[in-house]
């Protein structure tokens, strides 16, 4: 089974408009972190927002915040008040296990274009 | 320099070559990764490690062998690599605690890698 899943390969958002990444992940470690990182058409991997296993609230950076629903095993980003600028690849990627031992799995990534 | 920096930032090389991909962090890290991004492929982690120690190698191909000198630097020594070796190799580091989690990975912006 996929470790990480997202579903949609691309999504379009107009500007000024919400905007909602699905991702769902598969662990039977209880001790997990997911990630959203960002990568534009000039290849660096930005990072965005992390959300840990146990930590009771969503996480939230600026215009970014991730819909945790541990039950249902998903880690959607919501980005509000898109930009043109929010145009490029969007990973979704789970840390499990620590020190020498950590895996890091990412999903295969959502294309979000903002159309003005 | 700040950040994580990754030289070169494009190689072509021949199958019987020997290159190293070179990557340093400014973060005063501990841990640091090499991934492979293929194109329609998910983000493949490689080689991690932590405080100096390889930790994971995720059956990469003994082509490919990683190196370590301290903290800050980490090399991807290449040999004798096929076509489908192909891809953007990416550097990244993080900061993993007492417990051995590490949390958001900082990465570097490629090496953009073409076998022929």
């Known amino acids: 089974a996929q470790k990480i899943t997202q579903t949609q390969p691309g999504m379009f958002v107009q500007e000024k408009e919400a905007v909602t990444l699905d991702c769902t992940y598969d662990t039977s470690d209880p001790s997990y972190g997911l990630f959203w990182y960002k990568q534009p058409s000039s290849g660096e991997m930005i990072f965005l927002i992390y959300q840990g296993s146990y930590d009771q609230q969503n996480a939230t950076e600026g215009r970014y915040s991730l819909n945790f629903q541990k039950a249902r095993k998903s880690a959607n980003l919501v980005i509000s008040a898109s930009q043109l600028g929010d145009s490029a690849m969007y990973f979704c990627a789970m840390r499990e296990g620590r020190g020498g031992y950590q895996k890091v799995t990412f999903g295969t990534g959502t294309k979000l274009q903002v159309i003005p | 320099e700040t950040g994580v920096t990754q030289t070169p930032r494009h190689l072509v090389m021949g199958m019987t070559n020997k290159k190293s991909l070179k990557c340093e962090q400014h973060?005063?890290?501990?841990?640091m990764y090499w991934y492979k991004q293929s194109a329609k492929k998910p983000l493949e982690l490689m080689f991690v490690y932590n405080f100096k120690e390889q930790t994971e190698n995720n059956s990469v191909p003994s082509r490919f062998s990683p190196e370590c000198p301290n903290s800050s630097h980490l090399f991807l020594h290449l040999h004798t690599l096929q076509p489908e070796d192909s891809a953007l190799y990416l550097c990244a580091s993080s900061q993993a605690g007492s417990t051995g989690i590490s949390y958001e990975q900082y990465f570097g912006p490629g090496t953009r890698l073409t076998v022929t």
């Open positions: 973060l005063g890290h501990n841990a």
